[in-house]
């Protein structure tokens, strides 16, 4: 079952605006990470912020976590062609003591147009 | 450092013939870990490990089999392959057992007839 739930599915920009991807998730979480992935490669994680955080940044990359609304967004500032991706939020969905199994949710594909 | 290396790219297989993913990883990571990926399901956890001699099973685990003889590989293998099995399959690897910052391979592409 899928733990976390990316909106929008998809997302088409210019150059130099700002993309926001949102994930959901249902259960209590330690933590939540977000990925990147190029069309046919592996995937590339982003940045993980834990549940007593509520903002992370690292360079362009901006995410705000929820927990009350157990949600989460991404934010992408002065996008760039290269920026064009899929981005995809995962999830440990578990609160507390340790948790091998990391569930990602469906993704949003960011298309950043030149 | 290679990172995590999965062979082979592409393979076509026949229903019910077996084969063997392999993955290996050099960042001397004790948790590894297998995904599926299919159009419009994400990624789904087959199997993982959190060290050499222990795994444990995902959420779709059936009809897949690992094991972990030591700390760098991680092979997964289709006992008797089906066309439901047509999937891309990513190895991915982490220094934290809550599988936390997982380092990804370039995945393999199945394609089962």
């Known amino acids: 079952s899928q733990q976390g739930e990316e909106d929008p599915q998809a997302l088409s920009i210019q150059e130099g605006e700002n993309a926001t991807m949102n994930c959901s998730y249902k259960t209590s979480i330690n933590n939540l990470q977000w990925y990147r992935q190029n069309s046919g490669r592996g995937l590339v994680h982003l940045i993980l912020?834990?549940?007593?955080?509520r903002e992370k940044h690292s360079g362009r990359l901006r995410v705000t976590l929820d927990t009350s609304k157990k949600s989460s967004s991404l934010l992408i500032t002065a996008s760039r062609a290269a920026d064009t991706a899929s981005y995809f939020c995962a999830t440990d969905g578990q609160s507390g003591g340790s948790n091998y199994k990391l569930t990602f949710g469906k993704g949003t594909l960011l298309t950043v147009n030149p | 450092n290679a990172g995590v290396t999965q062979t082979p790219k592409f393979q076509v297989l026949k229903t019910g013939q077996s084969m063997t993913l392999q993955c290996a990883q050099d960042?001397?990571?004790?948790?590894m870990s297998w995904y599926r990926q299919d159009p419009g399901m994400g990624l789904r956890l087959i199997h993982y490990s959190v060290g050499a001699g222990i795994t444990d099973q995902g959420e779709v685990p059936n009809g897949y089999n690992v094991s972990r003889s030591t700390t760098e590989d991680f092979p997964l293998r289709l006992l008797s392959a089906a066309p439901s099995q047509t999937s891309v399959y990513f190895c991915?690897?982490?220094?934290?057992?809550?599988?936390?910052?997982?380092?990804f391979g370039e995945g393999s592409r199945l394609t089962v007839l």
């Open positions: 912020i834990r549940s007593n955080e």
């Open positions: 960042m001397n990571h004790e948790y």
């Open positions: 991915a690897s982490s220094y934290r057992l809550d599988a936390g910052e997982l380092f």
